[in-house]
């Protein structure tokens, strides 16, 4: 059973940067891809960006494309999210999650373990 804790959200300023990071605990994720959610409140959760278990492709909600960069790292079992150039529409909490599936890195069903989440605002 693995863990998954993030941290790293606070308030911020429209423009500012953020990297959230997503501790795994109870197992490792080196054969997991990792992916990234967020909700804003009253919405539904949607997908921002993913990478693959190897660690070598990543991949983007279109909104995220140009400012979001996830990661992981298997020697300390950690996924991050670079977050570049952060607007107020932002303002969501943010979720990690981990998967074995290889082939639908969009699908929240597809994942097997969620965080409890960190909480991002962006002040305008």
């Known amino acids: 059973q693995v863990q998954l804790v993030e941290s790293g959200g606070r308030m911020v300023q429209t423009g500012d940067s953020l990297t959230l990071s997503c501790v795994a605990s109870g197992g490792t994720i080196s054969r997991y891809g990792m992916g990234w959610f967020r909700q804003a409140p009253e919405k539904e959760r949607e997908f921002v960006a993913a990478?693959?278990?190897?660690?070598?492709?990543?991949f983007f909600a279109d909104f995220a494309k140009d400012r979001f960069v996830p990661s992981k790292d298997d020697s300390t079992n950690t996924a991050k999210l670079r977050i570049n150039g952060l607007k107020p529409e932002d303002t969501a909490i943010y979720y990690c999650?981990?998967?074995?599936?290889?082939?639908?890195?969009?699908?929240?069903?597809?994942?097997?373990?969620w965080g409890q989440g960190t909480q991002v605002a962006v002040s305008s």
């Open positions: 990478v693959n278990w190897e660690g070598d492709r990543t």
């Open positions: 999650a981990a998967t074995r599936d290889s082939h639908r890195p969009r699908d929240a069903g597809v994942y097997n373990y």
